[in-house]
């Protein structure tokens, strides 16, 4: 049995071949097999054949390589997820230990009636797709006209990235300053080419407030979608486009129908990046807003910490982060399962 | 159907001249052939005919009407790429159908032409397959197709066969003589294989740093090439070349000698020339009867045999301690082709004779051919 689980890789070829053997060589002598189940004349010292073999099987001879890292990341990522979907469960809150006795699902009804929850979900809803397909648009125009060779090519796409490599701390600041109803720069901006209709207070009004943030992180990702798009279309072959051209494809033509169609691995890749950082954008709204962002800002990551950290809610908390976490399998997911059918896995 | 004329076609890269005062007249239904090693402006002579790159000076003429800056796409040229360049996303119908579909026709026409192509190809029921789910030489087809099917006047080549392992591409070679004769469009084909050139061609235009070289049938060119250039790249292997200088009994170097009268020719006593002979003119001194008119007997000593089946290679030292270079050979080397039932042996002493009515000379600075063959 162990022979079976921990020889496999030696022994398949052997099984393989084994029965058209002993039908080639009727009442032949019996063929010695090293691995792979006993033979008769293989009765004596079977122990220390399955040590043997135990030892040499490319499992156990595999284990130091994957094995710490598979321990490590079992308690603390997936062992640490457990905990928490067993913590919502338990109805903990307060100072007090967590005590492992009622497991209910109250606080995920909680979660149904609960309009801070309800509006939290679609406010992160709303950032994850807006904010995806605004970057990725506005990566993917950076990346084409980049890619159109123009002069200082470098230098500009490293101004574009820059704002990438910002802690979102900074960018969080930096922000506040541009939004700041009174002295901002975007406000300044828009008295000065004489559009007072158009200037607010951005982070306090809640109907812009939303797409305030999402422009801010709009602007700090979209250099990382046009680098992982530039890559993606130095991969294509100069002769697409002259072959394009030569059917008669005017430029725009030539992108709409031959080049962006291209870029589907690219586009996927860098969208799983943006949405699961979308999700889990926690630093950027607690760094302008704290805890409480307001209802037409807040999002699910914030209104975690908030529950947990600030109101002691555990059990609360932890179901808004299974939630979250949910929602970040079920865009990862699809990701993975993709590359899996395109065997990349 | 178009003849192509270019005139005076210049194209300079900051610093580089790619194309230099190109002049070329190509005739309507004519294959003919741009060869030359990489890097000699064949590819981006070809590129201006196509518009994908503006000359710098010059003018192109296609069926007599001057396209020099016209785009691409009004020029009634079709291109056929070295890296194919189907689109991998669209399958085969798409792709072939994607110049007319861009130009509007009505799906009626554009399902006949299609048809009508892949017919020609014979990619017949494969419509609605991916590019990357076929081979490399169906995938050619599908690029032949797709340039067919909008019924250009000129089809241009860009070193189509490239890409195929050595079988496919010999059979792609007779596809596309095939394809030509069935067509009967004028045919510009690019590539850096002679032996391409040599079998497909009406004309070969044998082009090197930027300059058309000779522009001639493909044996003219095999047989009278005009200069040094054009001799040692067409015919595989290639010519021997012997430099050596002229005296009063003809051509005289330091192993090898022919004797003809210098008066007879476009020469003078002293000047220095390279003589160029074939290996499939060099012949063993022994049995020589079939040779007409052979040359003095050269000493020399062999070296490497390379047995090809139907021939054997012999590569000779015309100085015992001469060393040998098989891809440069110098004047005191040749390479002879023998039949594969004459007895060579490996470095043994030969005489050898030279085919004189096969001899070409050459002016050893300037390059220019003298005279092929001496009487």
């Known amino acids: 049995m162990l022979g079976g689980l921990f020889g ?44 043997t073999r ?19 990341v079992g308690i603390f990522v997936y062992g640490a997820v457990a905990w928490n979907l067993v913590i919502s469960l338990i109805g903990w809150d307060g100072l007090g230990q967590p005590e492992y006795t009622d497991f209910s699902l109250a606080a995920y009804e909680q979660l149904l009636v609960d309009p801070s929850f309800t509006s939290a979900f679609w406010n992160t809803l709303i950032l994850l797709l807006v904010f995806t397909v605004l970057s990725l648009a506005v990566g ?7 890619d159109r060779g123009i002069r200082f090519e470098n230098t500009f796409r490293t101004i574009y990235l820059l704002p990438m490599s910002l802690s979102f701390v900074v960018t969080a600041i930096f922000w506040a300053w541009m939004y700041n ?88 890749s860098a969208a799983v990046v943006l949405m699961v950082f979308a999700l889990k954008a926690f630093d950027f709204l607690f760094v302008l807003f704290g805890v409480n ?24 908390g932890a179901a808004v982060a299974t939630v979250l976490f949910a929602m970040a399998l079920s865009v990862i997911g699809p990701y993975l399962y993709a590359q899996y059918r395109r065997g990349e896995l | 159907m178009a003849n192509v004329t270019l005139e005076h076609i210049t194209k300079r890269y900051e610093d580089v001249t790619a194309v230099d005062d190109m002049n070329l007249d190509i005739e309507d239904g004519e294959f003919v052939t741009f060869v030359g090693p990489s890097g000699c402006g064949k590819s981006t002579t070809m590129e201006t005919i196509a518009g994908l790159t503006l000359p710098t000076e010059g003018t192109i003429e296609i069926g007599g009407r001057d396209v020099t800056d016209l785009p691409p796409k009004d020029r009634g040229i079709s291109m056929v790429f070295q890296n194919i360049a189907l689109f991998p996303h669209m399958d085969v119908y798409d792709n072939i159908s994607f110049g007319l579909r861009l130009r509007e026709y009505d799906q009626e026409e554009i399902d006949r032409r299609v048809e009508e192509a892949a017919d020609i190809v014979q990619l017949e029921g494969m419509m609605d397959r991916m590019p990357e789910e076929m ?13 067919i099917v ?135 001194a022994d049995g020589v009867e079939s040779v007409e008119d052979p040359s003095a007997v050269v000493d020399a000593w062999t070296d490497v045999l390379e047995p ?56 050893t600075g300037s390059g220019d051919a003298i005279v092929h063959g001496l009487d």
Request: aromatic residues 8%.
């Open chain 1, 8 to 51: 496999r890789s030696e022994r398949d070829p052997d099984d393989a071949e084994s029965d058209g053997e002993q039908r080639s060589r009727p009442g032949g002598e019996q063929r010695l097999r090293t691995d792979g189940g006993a033979t008769a004349s293989a009765s004596a010292g079977t122990d220390a054949s399955i040590l």
């Open chain 1, 54 to 72: 135990l030892r040499r099987s490319e499992f156990v001879e595999s284990i130091p390589f994957w094995g710490p890292p598979a321990v490590l």
């Open chain 1, 140 to 146: 993917l125009l950076l990346a084409i006209l980049i």
């Open chain 1, 181 to 268: 109803p009174r002295i901002g720069l975007i406000n300044t901006a828009l008295r000065g080419v004489g559009l007072d209709v158009l200037t607010t207070a951005w982070l306090s009004n809640p109907d812009v407030k939303l797409f305030a943030i999402i422009f801010a992180l709009m602007w700090q990702f979209s250099g990382y979608c046009m680098v992982v798009y530039l890559a993606g279309l130095r991969a294509i072959p100069r002769d697409q486009y002259e072959a394009a051209r030569i059917d008669g494809a005017s430029t725009l033509r030539v992108y709409l129908r031959v080049i962006i169609p291209q870029l589907g691995a690219s586009t996927m």
């Open chain 1, 293 to 316: 962002p307001g209802q037409s800002a807040d999002i699910l990551s914030v209104m975690m910490y908030r529950v947990a950290f600030d109101r002691l809610q555990w059990s609360y």
């Open chain 2, 135 to 147: 081979s490399g030489g169906q995938r050619q087809r599908v690029a032949i197709a797709r340039a």
């Open chain 2, 150 to 284: 909008r019924n250009p006047d000129v089809f241009l080549m860009d070193e189509p066969l490239a890409n195929l392992d050595a079988k496919l591409r010999v059979h792609m070679r007779t596809e596309l003589q095939r394809l030509h004769k069935e067509l009967d469009t004028t045919i510009i084909y690019v590539t850096h294989d002679q032996a391409e050139a040599m079998t497909m061609s009406d004309r070969i235009a044998v082009i090197d740093s930027g300059q058309l070289q000779q522009i001639d049938p493909p044996l003219v060119c095999y047989n009278e090439p005009t200069n040094l250039f054009v001799a040692g790249f067409i015919g595989s292997p290639s010519m021997n070349f012997v430099e050596g200088e002229v005296t009063a009994d003809g051509f005289d170097a330091e192993h090898v000698t022919v004797d003809f009268d210098p008066d007879a020719y476009d020469v003078s006593v002293g000047d220095e020339v390279t003589l160029g002979i074939r290996p499939e003119d060099v012949y063993l």
């Open chain 2, 308 to 363: 090809m089946g139907n021939e054997v290679f012999v590569y000779l030292k015309l100085a015992q301690d001469a060393e040998l270079r098989i891809d440069e050979r110098d004047s005191d080397q040749l390479l002879m082709s023998v039949d594969p039932d004459v007895e060579v042996e490996e470095d043994g002493e030969i005489d050898v004779v030279l085919d004189r009515s096969r001899v070409h000379l050459f002016e």
